[in-house]
């Protein structure tokens, strides 16, 4: 059994969105080299295989869109949201401006989209070298689970928190579309 889930990666700019997805698909270069912004988003397709999802293993077939921190491409979001199956949230932490941003980013991407905070997943990101703790935010993410990130020594915990995530997801589409089946035939 497959299972195809859409996934957005967002956050402010310059906090690692880029680097965790070229980490998590094996898309590319992780960490190092000059800095390049997104423009508007990326997107990268990738399997995850041998998830278990509600006690069945399946595979996963993951699409991340690495979405733009910058405001201008604020216009291009009610197209990347559509079909969005769950949110990752990146910010850097001993940043209290990336706070304020995920409030917003929280706004636009979950609250108009009608998400649930299963849906949805913080990364607090640690670049190589920093330390330092994550920065304090709000309420609105206070249901939302939050796991430090940092590719230096933990690339393992990182792509296992990931993965747990979308079997995560998955068991939430499962859920909603039983529900959906069961609506029906009642």
Known sequence: MTNKVKLLMVGPTECGKTTLTNFLSEAGEVGGGEYRPTKASRIVEFEIP??????????????????????????????IQRGVN??????????????????TLYTHFVE????????CVVFCHYKPGFQGKGAKLSNSFNQIPKMD????????????DFN???ASVLGHMSAVAEMQENSILS
């Not at 910010?91 to 941003?101: F, I, K, L, V």
């Not at 108009?112 to 849906?119: F, H, I, K, N, S």
């Not at 990130?149 to 296992?160: I, K």
């Open 50 to 79: 041998n998830l278990t999802v509600n006690s069945m293993t399946t595979k996963a077939e993951v699409e991340l869109w690495d979405v733009s921190g910058d405001r201008r491409f604020e216009n291009c979001w009610p197209a």
């Open 86 to 103: 769950g949110i990752v949230f990146v910010y850097s932490p001993g940043r209290e401006d990336h706070a304020r941003t995920l409030d």
């Open 112 to 119: 108009q989209q009608g998400l649930r905070e299963t849906q």
């Open 149 to 160: 990130t940092q590719l230096d020594e933990e690339s393992g915990s990182v792509r296992r």
């Open 164 to 166: 747990h995530f979308v």
